[in-house]
């Protein structure tokens, strides 16, 4: 273990990544950025966050400044980023830290998993990387690097309890440094040992790996396959007004996509909705189909226009906004839906 530490240290001084989230070699990372950084990158990658992260840094420069600005501003902001609970959590989170912890991120791993939107990762991520603590943290890097060095051959999800224990005593049992072997690792795991084609021949580890002596690294950490997605369908509506507006809705603040803003949508279903009832009035001119796979199921929604609708007035949660704003602040479902009914 020992050399394991001292070999991806003196391998990520020489090699560590430039992020914008990230103080300089030596200097004192900001929990604020480290905790922004790490909710932004559940799920999501690293190319997709920087953007995000430097408007959001840039408009809101420290937790107290998130935590005042309304929450509907912060939803617009992170509109595209995808995992929208997060949003609503994030905001949350700086809230209690603002209320709770006079705007001071708690150091303490228990403490930070007490937060909204922190589980033990994240927590373990933010105590070793803002706090320099001795604590676990294990994303899907350091994961693929622990599987392959100590050929962990079970498949994932299983395979999750031996990593975590590794990672526990990995972690937990080295107060040298603890937040660069973090950062260490998880840069090993994003430039060398790659999900394809691991760079051995560049690795600081390679000498004690068990993947690479197996001969084949790159089928680990073995993942039993997935369940198939199911598909859900629905409408979804482009209402113009004749004036160059058009309809859009913030959706409820509860379930998927809450309170994010959106064009109208029937209900998503296992099959078609029949929205009969709804082009009644109003001719519908059918758009072709938008396809969209979220975490847990794939989803097609089938356009529908209606021009020139002077007899709709907004209900509670609908405004006219104008065409070439409207996708603005909306999620990447309802951007493709846009683009669709923009493109005729
Ligand atoms: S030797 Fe190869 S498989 Fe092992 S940790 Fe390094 S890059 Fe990954």
New binding site residues.
């Given amino acids: 273990m020992d050399d394991m530490r001292r070999y991806v240290l003196d391998w990520y001084d020489a090699n560590r990544r430039v992020l914008p989230w990230r103080a300089a070699a030596g200097a004192r990372m900001d929990p604020y950025r480290v905790w922004l950084s790490e909710v932004m990158l559940q799920q999501t990658t690293v190319a997709a966050v920087i953007p995000y992260f430097l408007k959001f840094t840039e408009k809101w420069p420290d937790v107290n400044s998130l935590a005042a600005a309304p929450l509907d501003d912060v939803l617009r902001e992170w509109a595209g980023l995808g995992y929208y609970a997060r949003a609503r959590n994030l905001h949350r989170c700086a809230q209690m830290v603002a209320d709770l912890h006079n705007g001071i991120f708690p150091a303490d791993k228990d403490t930070l998993q007490s937060l909204p939107g922190i589980g033990d990762y994240t927590a373990g991520a933010i105590a070793a990387i803002a706090f320099d603590r001795p604590a676990a943290a294990m994303d899907g890097n350091i994961e693929?690097?622990l599987a392959?060095?100590f050929n962990i051959s079970e498949p994932l999800p299983g395979a999750k309890k031996p990593l975590r224990a590794l990672a526990k005593t990995i972690f937990e049992g080295n107060s040298y440094r603890p937040g660069d072997f973090v950062q260490g690792l998880m840069d090993?795991g994003a430039t060398?040992?790659t999900p394809r084609g691991?760079?051995?021949g560049?690795?600081?580890?390679?000498q004690g790996?068990e993947?690479?002596k197996s001969g084949a690294?790159e089928s680990?950490p073995r993942r039993t396959p997935k369940a198939e997605k199911p598909s859900r369908y629905g409408h979804v509506y482009w209402i113009t007004d004749g004036q160059g507006r058009v309809l859009i809705q913030k959706r409820e603040d509860r379930g998927l996509l809450g309170g994010m803003m959106g064009l109208p949508t029937s209900e998503w279903k296992a099959e078609i909705p029949d929205h009969s009832a709804f082009g009644k009035e109003n001719p519908l001119i059918s758009e072709g189909k938008v396809l969209h796979t979220f975490t847990h199921f794939h989803l097609t929604l089938f356009g529908h226009r209606i021009d020139a609708v002077n007899t709709i007035i907004p209900m509670k949660g609908f405004s006219w906004v104008a065409e070439q704003d409207c996708a603005a602040a909306m999620p990447s479902v309802f951007r493709k839906a846009v683009r669709l009914f923009r493109a005729r």
Wanted: proline share 15%; net charge positive.
């Fill in positions: 693929r690097v392959r060095v090993l060398v040992c691991p760079k051995c560049l690795c600081p580890l390679a790996c993947g690479r690294p680990l």
